[in-house]
């Protein structure tokens, strides 16, 4: 699953806007990529709404779910949970580590799912 999203992710934001990085680039190679204006904008934009044709207001997160999981009001919210981690960890510069580990992947997990459950209170609340 996880190399899926990372194909998505990189498919999303395309090769001019998202270089790609090998996984077995070195610590240096790693922190100069991270450390790019590209990789950077695609890090702050990540949850913001992507030019799109019409009115519909997609967000980078929301394409990069729909090329993973076309029917995504069926995938379960652990699972979107653990896409969300897997794209911001991969490219927040804060981070110097481009592999997905159990680890480093468990609090983000957690983190998402938790805004998840926090959004549905307040949609139904509204």
């Given at each position: 699953?996880t190399?899926?999203?990372?194909?998505a992710?990189?498919s999303v934001f395309?090769?001019?806007l998202?270089?790609?990085?090998?996984?077995s680039?070195?610590?240096k190679e790693?922190?100069n990529?991270?450390s790019?204006?590209?990789?950077?904008s695609c890090y702050n934009?990540i949850?913001?709404?992507?030019?799109?044709m019409g009115?519909?207001k997609?967000?980078?997160m929301s394409?990069?779910l729909e090329k993973i999981w076309?029917?995504?009001?069926r995938?379960?919210?652990?699972?979107?949970?653990?896409?969300?981690?897997?794209?911001?960890?991969?490219l927040?510069p804060?981070n110097d580590?481009?592999?997905?580990?159990?680890s480093?992947l468990?609090?983000q997990?957690?983190?998402?799912?938790?805004?998840?459950?926090s959004?549905?209170?307040?949609?139904y609340?509204i």
């Amino acid at each position: 699953m996880t190399s899926r999203i990372k194909e998505a992710l990189f498919s999303v934001f395309g090769e001019n806007l998202l270089p790609s990085i090998n996984t077995s680039a070195t610590p240096k190679e790693i922190h100069n990529w991270k450390s790019s204006e590209l990789v950077n904008s695609c890090y702050n934009k990540i949850f913001s709404t992507m030019d799109s044709m019409g009115n519909q207001k997609v967000t980078y997160m929301s394409r990069i779910l729909e090329k993973i999981w076309p029917n995504a009001k069926r995938t379960p919210n652990i699972h979107i949970a653990y896409a969300i981690g897997v794209c911001t960890t991969l490219l927040n510069p804060h981070n110097d580590n481009i592999q997905i580990s159990r680890s480093n992947l468990k609090p983000q997990t957690k983190k998402y799912l938790v805004s998840f459950a926090s959004l549905c209170r307040i949609k139904y609340l509204i």
